[in-house]
């Protein structure tokens, strides 16, 4: 008996695995249905990294792995076999239509607010530059809704390395009160600043910036009323080059 004769003979039905070429790329798609990769990973009863090799083409996957990795999400597992016919299960696609094209995304205004806000309302007198597109699905994870969101460009240095001049963040209106430290919109002597805010145990406020070239500034218990908080910060973007 050769080698190659007993390893058939003494494989598991565990180890059996697709001799399919371009399924890396189905297996791909299926893991981006789940929340993070880990989460595929961990549908599929393997380790991130054993995920991370089947999705680099770096190795082939054991039948049952595919198999868990597949009914999570309710696809074919033929499909991921061999990459014919439909990705989803008749019984799958019939029960949760497909939302229309148009309900994937919400618009998100974006101010032309970087400097001076004036003396009435953060955003008074600002032009509206354009609408910023994020898949409602992003948003409701995170529990935002579209209608208090609003986004604008910061202005200067004084959060390098964590925004850059021009970067764009976006504002729940809704968080106008501090909840805890975190980054927030801020209006002060009628200008808006995007600050690290946090609370110091006799009451006062600490306005910090990420860049140690600025001071922090105090705002006394008693002088909180001058300070209106126009929203946290709960996502940022900018160019990289």
């Not at 953060?122 to 609408?131: C, D, H, L, Y």
């Not at 579209?146 to 604008?152: D, G, Q, V, W």
Request: proline share 3%; charged share 25%.
């Amino acid at each position: 008996m050769t080698y190659g004769e007993k390893k058939q003979r003494t494989q598991s039905e565990k180890e059996v695995s697709f001799p399919y070429s371009g399924i890396e790329t189905r297996i791909a798609a299926v893991a981006d249905l789940y929340e993070s990769r880990k989460q595929a990973a961990g549908a599929a009863g393997v380790a991130l990294s054993s995920l991370q090799r089947w999705i680099a083409g770096e190795g082939m996957p054991a039948f049952d792995s595919v198999a868990m990795l597949a009914t999570g999400k309710g696809v074919a597992l033929d499909w991921i076999a061999t990459g014919a016919g439909e990705m989803f299960l008749a019984s799958q696609s019939n029960s949760e239509p497909v939302a229309p094209e148009d309900d994937k995304y919400v618009y998100v205004p974006l101010y032309d607010a970087r400097c001076s806000a004036g003396s009435g309302s953060w955003n008074e007198g600002a032009k509206i530059w354009t609408q910023l597109a994020f898949t409602r699905y992003s948003l409701q994870r995170k529990g935002l809704i579209p209608e208090s969101l609003s986004a604008i460009q910061v202005s200067g240095d004084s959060m390098v390395p964590l925004l850059d001049d021009s970067d764009t963040v976006l504002i729940d209106h809704k968080r106008n009160s501090l909840e805890g430290e975190g980054i927030y919109v801020i209006h002060l002597d009628d200008h808006l600043y995007a600050k690290r805010l946090q609370r110091q145990f006799d009451g006062s406020l600490s306005i910090i910036s990420e860049n140690k070239a600025y001071q922090t500034m105090a705002v006394p218990k008693e002088r909180l009323d001058e300070l209106q908080i126009i929203g946290r910060v709960v996502w940022a973007g900018g160019w990289m080059v």
